[in-house]
């Protein structure tokens, strides 16, 4: 019996080596045992099964007992259901229970099914293992592709563009980016408990998320995350929920999230940063937990943006982009229009009057301006946000460089 287990052992082993997944892992060792056998995770979902019957309906009733287990115990359980007794191995991957390997015995074959159970279980911890090392890599790999592309560096971003090319990571628009400030501190961490934590916020953001996440990546407790764009009351919903699930995630702390606005690909993630910084300072001075997409960051959110040139040209792509696209003349006879109707006070009367044209011509184009702008005229703040790109336009225009 110890020569053909020992030859079961060297087996497995040439299968793990050879990249074999645990499939062939648990054939192998219930054709040994000439019985049946299976893999179920810590919920007691079948993973894999090699038997004559259905694994879920099999796997239940045993998954059932392993379920009221806290510990596991080094040296299995034996649990018997109905008429079949099991063998349950526990597969241990740095210090947790992360599955269980099941065998149907019989009496007289309970220790060679220990043995057996246990080499799988052991091999499962090494396939387990060998996949979050290789996951881990691949978002240490990410990790540093998507910072390099948030940094205001061109040589670096254009080195993480490759690398992203390279690993065939989806950076194509539309996309946002969403920054997560936890308040966790990364004095006394180990570099284990962060890896830990990125693991933990990967599965969280990557389950709700689904097929729109493009990327996750940690800074020490510093969280980026790159989606599809979405429409804009989905993005803010969906910040929302990413505060309270990473809250939770984080042992309840205080979670803040702030998001861009749609950019369009990789090479332009770097203004995408700065515009989910003014997101994340402006739910910062909230005082509390939650989430600000930049569209509706606000006054204080405009007042931020406006700091540098390149906020600025933001600023006005992102309020008078389709308008400033109208050819020449169109252009600025719309401009005039709401320039006139906002030192008028908002008077279509007043403003017909100093523009000398029909009342009834000022709605007309400011209906067209609404339409070219999404911005609501008849709304206080809409309209603070189409004064203030007035004056930008009007500054950017005037610079001696745009008239040459």
């Given at each position: 019996?110890?020569?053909f287990?020992?030859?079961?052992?060297q087996?497995?082993?040439?299968?793990?080596?050879?990249?074999a997944?645990?499939?062939?892992i648990?054939a192998a060792a219930?054709?040994f045992l000439?019985?049946?056998?299976?893999?179920v995770?810590?919920?007691?979902?079948?993973?894999e099964?090699?038997g004559?019957?259905?694994a879920a309906q099999?796997l239940?009733?045993p998954a059932r007992l392993?379920?009221k287990k806290t510990?596991?115990?080094a040296d299995?359980?034996?649990l018997a259901?109905?008429?079949?007794?099991?063998?349950?191995?526990a597969?241990?991957?740095e210090g947790?229970a992360?599955a269980w390997v099941l065998?149907?015995?019989?009496e007289?074959?309970?220790?060679?099914a220990?043995?057996?159970?246990t080499q799988?279980?052991?091999?499962a911890?090494?396939?387990r293992?060998e996949?979050r090392?290789?996951r881990r890599a691949?978002s240490e790999?990410?990790?540093?592709?998507?910072?390099d592309l948030l940094?205001?560096?061109?040589?670096?971003?254009?080195?993480a563009?490759?690398?992203?090319?390279?690993?065939k990571?989806?950076?194509?628009?539309?996309?946002?980016l969403?920054?997560?400030?936890?308040?966790l501190?990364?004095?006394?961490s180990?570099q284990r408990?962060?890896?830990?934590?990125?693991?933990?916020?990967?599965?969280?953001?990557?389950?709700s998320?689904?097929e729109g996440?493009?990327?996750?990546?940690?800074?020490?407790?510093?969280?980026?995350i790159v989606c599809?764009?979405q429409?804009?009351e989905?993005?803010e919903?969906?910040a929302?929920r990413?505060a309270?699930?990473?809250g939770?995630?984080?042992?309840?702390?205080?979670?803040?999230?702030?998001g861009s606005?749609?950019f369009q690909?990789?090479?332009?993630?770097v203004i995408a940063?700065?515009e989910a910084q003014?997101?994340l300072?402006?739910?910062r001075?909230?005082g509390r937990?939650?989430?600000i997409?930049?569209?509706?960051?606000g006054?204080?959110?405009?007042?931020l943006s406006l700091r540098?040139e390149v906020g600025?040209q933001?600023?006005?792509?992102?309020?008078f982009?389709?308008l400033?696209?109208e050819k020449g003349?169109k252009?600025e006879?719309l401009?005039?229009?709401?320039?006139?109707f906002?030192?008028?006070?908002c008077?279509?009367?007043t403003?017909?009057?100093?523009?000398g044209?029909h009342?009834?011509?000022?709605p007309?184009r400011?209906?067209?301006?609404?339409?070219l702008?999404?911005?609501?005229l008849?709304?206080?703040?809409?309209?603070?946000v189409?004064d203030l790109?007035?004056y930008v336009y009007?500054?950017?225009m005037n610079?001696?460089?745009?008239?040459?």
């Open positions: 019996m110890l020569f287990y020992a030859s079961l052992a087996s497995l082993m040439q299968m793990l080596l050879q990249g997944g645990l499939s062939a648990v219930a054709t000439e019985s049946e056998i299976g893999i995770d810590s919920s007691g979902a079948p993973i099964w090699r004559t019957d259905d099999t239940t009733a392993l379920a510990t596991p115990a299995g359980l034996t259901t109905h008429d079949t007794n099991w063998r349950a191995q597969v241990v991957v947790d992360v065998g149907k015995i019989m007289k074959e309970d220790d060679l220990e043995l057996t159970l799988v279980a052991m091999f911890a090494l396939h293992l996949q090392a290789a691949r790999t990410i990790d540093a592709i998507v910072w940094r205001d560096n061109d040589a670096a971003r254009a080195a563009i490759d690398r992203a090319a390279d690993i990571l989806p950076l194509d628009g539309p996309l946002r969403y920054l997560c400030e936890s308040g501190s990364e004095a006394g180990t408990a962060f890896a830990l934590l990125h693991d933990q916020v990967s599965s969280s953001i990557a389950a998320k689904k996440l493009r990327a996750i990546a940690m800074q020490g407790a510093a969280i980026a599809s764009d429409p804009l989905d993005a919903r969906f929302q990413l309270l699930q990473l939770k995630v984080l042992d309840d702390r205080r979670m803040i999230v702030g606005s749609q690909s990789a090479e332009t993630l940063y700065r003014i997101a300072e402006v739910a001075q909230l937990p939650g989430a997409v930049y569209d509706r960051a006054v204080v959110g405009i007042l540098h600025m933001r600023f006005l792509e992102l309020n982009g389709r400033l696209k003349a252009r006879l401009l005039k229009t709401l320039r006139a906002l030192d008028a006070n008077s279509h009367e403003a017909s009057r100093r523009l044209v009342r009834k011509t000022i007309q400011l209906a067209k301006i609404s339409e702008t999404g911005l609501d008849t709304t206080h703040d809409d309209r603070l189409a790109s007035l009007q500054m950017l610079r001696p460089e745009a008239s040459r």
